[in-house]
Structure formats: structure tokens, C-alpha cells
């Protein structure tokens, strides 16, 4: 075939055969050299694509390819997700079961959080009824011993209540903890962890929402938060943090909560 061409142009543009052959032999590969990258990028397109479809259906496991083919909803849904997050408490929980794959997508969404340094900081513990129970009893303990006898006795009273009346309703308490070297020997400021761990946080509590779940954070009990105790049920160091616990139920209204904010233009300078 390129003989054939080649005699044609050395015909045409009147010039040995040879040279028509080696300069469209020339042509050829320079062709072929710009268009394969650009057909192997077409490929590798393509099958992105078909990868991202199965992970908007939610059949996603690698949480490194989610991230790169995620569609990325409207700006109107999304300011409607984020002005319809509630903090919803379990007095109002029904005691219905919240699947336990709406945790497992809120994780998932919990682990997008941004994070300075690669670190991912953040760590959950997922409490069902009885773990509840365990570190409910467990925080009580540690405030008996940290707390005054007075303090202590009011506190029992008013968690004792809640244990029956709107504890005893959540499906699962997550406990919220942030990883002080979460990469052994990298050390990033502790401001920063505790901000990417409330990042994740956010990220949880809007999948919450667009779940029709409910739930709040808790910052729970100081002490008890705070206690190497509490910190080692939850499969913690003493440098890291617990930041409080995330309960999460079923609410027959989640939308009858009200919440209002002052107006974003007191809060805001512009020097443009
Ligand atoms: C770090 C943090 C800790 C919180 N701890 C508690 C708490 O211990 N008890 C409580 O009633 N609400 C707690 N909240 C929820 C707030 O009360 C709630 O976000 C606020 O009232 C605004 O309501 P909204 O979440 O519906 O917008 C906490 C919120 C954050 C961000």
C-alpha cells in the first residue's frame, strides 16, 4: 500500500520514488506517535467512566477511585442539603432501626474530609445498644471518681434520665475521635487534625441528612471525654482525642426541627 502511494506522489511531485516512500514512511510515524497518546487517553477516559457509574451506584470500595469520577450535584441541591442538616436529639428519636448501611455511607462520606498533610486523622467508633450501655456505665464511673459528690449526683440524675427516656432510642452513638500521629513520626499542628476530624464530621452529618436519617454530635461528658479511660474503650492513645459522640436515629420529622442563623453579611469583611 505505501509502495503503491509512494509511486503515485513521486509522480506527482516529480521526485525519486525512494525519497515519496521514506517521507511517507516519515508521516506515518509521526502519526501514528500523535495519535495513539491520544486514543489510549480516550480508553482510559472511557473506562473512568463505566468505574464512576458503578460508584454512583453505590457499588464503590476503593475510596481512592471514588473521588475523581463523583458527579458533582447542583449548587441549588447542594445548599439545600447543607441549610437542611439539623442537629436532631434522641428524645425525638422513634427507636426505629437506622440501617446500618446509612452508617457505612456516612463513614464513607465522613472520609472525603479535607486533611493538610495526608494525615486523615479522624477515627470512629461505632456503638450499637449494649456498647452504648458500656460506655454510658463507663462515663459514669470516671465522673464519680473526677467529679465532687454533689456534682456527681446531679450529673447521674440527669444522665440516668436520659438513658432511659432518649439514649436508649439511638441505633448507634459514634464515637468521634481525632488520631494525634495518625502517620507514625508526621506531626502536624493539633489545630489542624481537630479541624479535619470536624470536616468529617460535617461531611457524616450531611450524608445523614440526604439519608433521611437523624442525629447530632454530642460533645458528651467532659471528664469522661477527656478520661485515659474512656480513651482506651475506644482503642485510643492518650495523646489522641475523643471529640465527642455522634448518635444517630430515626426521627419520624426530621424536617420539623427549625434552626436560623444570624446574616452571613455581619460576619464577613470584604476588602475587594
Ligand atoms: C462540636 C459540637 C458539639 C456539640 N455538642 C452539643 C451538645 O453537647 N449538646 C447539644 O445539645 N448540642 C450540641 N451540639 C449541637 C448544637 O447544639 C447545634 O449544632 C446547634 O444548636 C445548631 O443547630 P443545628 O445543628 O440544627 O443547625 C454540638 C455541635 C457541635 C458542632
Redesign the pocket.
Known sequence: MLDVLSERAAAVFSIPAEAAFRTLLSLLVVYLCTSLPVFLWGVKKLLQKVQGSKVSAGTATDSSAAGSECTVPSASDAASLIAA?????PKDFTGQKVDRSVVEAMLEAANWAPTHGKTEPWRFVVLGRAAQEELLDLSLKVLERDCTPEEFTKKRAKIEGKRKSAFSKATYMIAICMKRHAIPGKEMPEWEEVCAV?CA?QNM?LSMTAHGAAG?????YTEARESLDVKQFLGLDEEDKC??VFMVGHCADPGC???K?QSIADKVTWRV
Open positions: 442538616r439539623r442537629s436532631i436529639f470536624a464530621v452529618w447530632y454530635w454530642s460533645s458528651w471529640m465527642g426541627y427549625r434552626s442563623r
